[in-house]
C-alpha cells in the first residue's frame, strides 16, 4: 500500500536525550514536512525538504534537526537542547512544494519524562 | 504572513443533520490555497476538501461543500447527513505558493461531536 508511515507510536525520552522519529514514504513525493502539534493548537512547521540532501528551517526550527539522504526518508532528531519537546509530531509529503497537497503520516507522540 | 482564524472551538450536530464550520484568513497573496483537514480520535490528518483561489466554483466531496467568498476571506465547511465518523477536530489551512512559503498555516481547529 502506497503511504507515509512514522515510527515509533509512541516514544518517552529523559531529559537531555537526543532522540530520531523516523517517517518513510513511498508515494514517489519530492517534498516532506515535519510539524508539531500542541493542545489545543493547530500545526507548526519544523522543517522541511524539497529535495534530496536539501531542507529548510520552518517557524520552530530550534531544538530540532533533520537529514534528507534518501527521497523516501525524512528522519527528524529532537535535540536536548529542545526546551519544551513534549508533543504530538505529524509527518507529511506533498508531490512538490508549490501547489500541492500534503499527506499526512499517522504521528508520533513524544514524552519527556 | 497568513494567518487562519477558527472561531468555533466546540460544536455539535445532530447524526443526519447539517453543520457549518467557520473558518477565516488573512493573506496578501493573490493565489493561494486552502483546505480542510479532519483529525480523528486516532490523530492522522486527513484532506477533507481543497479549494483554489482561483476558482470561482466552490468545491465539493461527496457530504463535505464549501462556501468560499475570496473577497471576504472566508471559507466555511459544509457537513450534509452528518454520520457519527465525523467525530473529530477540523483544521483549516491556507497555503500560498509564493517563494519560501510552503508550509501550511493551521487554524486552531474546531471539535466536531455527531450526537446520535
Same mark, same amino acid.
Do not use: C, I
Given at each position: 500500500d502506497g503511504g507515509i508511515t512514522q515510527s515509533p507510536k509512541y516514544l518517552f525520552r529523559k531529559e537531555g536525550q537526543n532522540v530520531t522519529l523516523s517517517c518513510e514514504q513511498n508515494?514517489?513525493?519530492?517534498a516532506m514536512y515535519w510539524y508539531r502539534q500542541d493542545p489545543g493548537q493547530g500545526l507548526r512547521l519544523i522543517y522541511y525538504s524539497q529535495i534530496v540532501n536539501d531542507f529548510q528551517k520552518g517557524d520552530i526550527a530550534e531544538g530540532y534537526s533533520v537529514s534528507r539522504e534518501k527521497k523516501e526518508s525524512f528522519p527528524l532528531t529532537v535535540t536536548s537542547a529542545q526546551k519544551n519537546p513534549t508533543a504530538f509530531y505529524l509527518c507529511a509529503s506533498s508531490i512538490? !512544494?508549490? !501547489?500541492h497537497t500534503q499527506y499526512f503520516g499517522p504521528g508520533t507522540r513524544l514524552t519527556v519524562l | 504572513a497568513q494567518t487562519v482564524t477558527q472561531s468555533q472551538p466546540e460544536m455539535s450536530v445532530q447524526e443526519a443533520e447539517t453543520v457549518t464550520l467557520s473558518c477565516t484568513y488573512d493573506t496578501s497573496e493573490n493565489n493561494y490555497y486552502l483546505f480542510w483537514y479532519k483529525q480523528p480520535p486516532s490523530r492522522q490528518m486527513i484532506l477533507v476538501i481543497r479549494q483554489e483561489a482561483y476558482k470561482q466554483q466552490n468545491a465539493t466531496e461527496n457530504r463535505f461543500s464549501v462556501n468560499f467568498q475570496k473577497a471576504a476571506k472566508s471559507f466555511s465547511l459544509k457537513i450534509s447527513?452528518?454520520?457519527?465518523?465525523?467525530?473529530a477536530m477540523y483544521f483549516c489551512a491556507s497555503r500560498s505558493p509564493g517563494a519560501g512559503s510552503y508550509q501550511l498555516t493551521f487554524g486552531k481547529g474546531t471539535k466536531l461531536s455527531v450526537i446520535p
Open positions: 508515494l514517489n513525493h519530492d512538490g !512544494t508549490s !501547489t | 447527513d452528518s454520520q457519527l465518523g465525523d467525530t
